[in-house]
């Protein structure tokens, strides 16, 4: 590929960032490395935007890229797999807003942050694994993702923000016992969801309306039956989304 279809803002002697993608190949392998007056700066960002809605299929990020900004790839429609680096630490605001076709997609062990709706509407992501090295999983980040069934949520997880599962066909999840906070709204409409998983810790932390419009949902609570689940986190069902 040619190097000369990636524009880039330097941001030290060192490295730089992607700017913005010029060419229309549907295959994209970025670059670790780009050359410019003489110098190599090392790619460790892509940029805001810097492929908003261009019709790529397949994108590979380099190792030692450590941040996708905000709308990175945004309303890539025809998007179907993306390789991530292991150097990945944070993934910004809407980067792969209304990517329909994603699945597929690896996490690596590194990333600490999603941002608000970072995957929202990737309607053909099928499952997710969060990683331990994840903090916070932003406000609806995973939102209307239709036909995601598998969620796995590690140890080391700390938040889950207002609406970051709205409308998932999640079957079943566990919610760990580092998670600090689960806001409202967290697996709003997730129609399919039968069973959750917590600790009697995780159940003081959980939102009294995470769980609204998830009728056939059951808590279990260590080894306690479900219907010793205090009314607190009992889902509802009643109200529009």
Request: aromatic residues 6%; negative net charge.
């Amino acid at each position: 590929m040619d190097n000369s279809q990636f524009s880039i803002n330097a941001l030290s002697s060192s490295t730089c960032s992607i700017k913005k993608f010029s060419g229309a190949d549907e295959i994209i392998e970025i670059p670790a490395t780009i050359e410019t007056d003489g110098n190599q700066l090392q790619v460790v960002e892509i940029g805001a935007s810097a492929f908003k809605r261009l019709k790529v299929k397949s994108v590979v990020i380099p190792e030692g890229v450590t941040l996708i900004r905000d709308d990175a790839f945004s309303g890539c429609d025809q998007l179907e797999s993306v390789k991530f680096p292991s150097t990945l630490v944070e993934i910004k605001d809407s980067a792969f807003y209304g990517c329909f076709k994603l699945d597929g997609i690896v996490l690596p062990e590194r990333v600490a942050a999603l941002g608000t709706h970072c995957f929202e509407y990737c309607k053909a992501l099928s499952a997710i694994a969060l990683p331990g090295s994840l903090k916070v999983v932003g406000s609806k980040a995973f939102a209307n993702c239709e036909s995601m069934k598998m969620l796995t949520i590690a140890e080391g997880v700390e938040e889950i923000k207002d609406g970051a599962f709205n409308e998932c066909q999640i079957t079943e999840v566990t919610l760990p016992s580092s998670l600090k906070k689960v806001e409202k709204r967290a697996f709003n409409y997730c129609s399919s969801l039968t069973t959750v998983t917590l600790t009697e810790e995780v159940k003081t932390i959980v939102d009294s309306n995470a769980f609204n419009g998830c009728p056939s949902v059951t808590f279990n609570i260590g080894a306690a039956p479900a219907q010793s689940v205090p009314e607190a986190i009992a889902p509802v069902a009643e109200t529009a989304p």
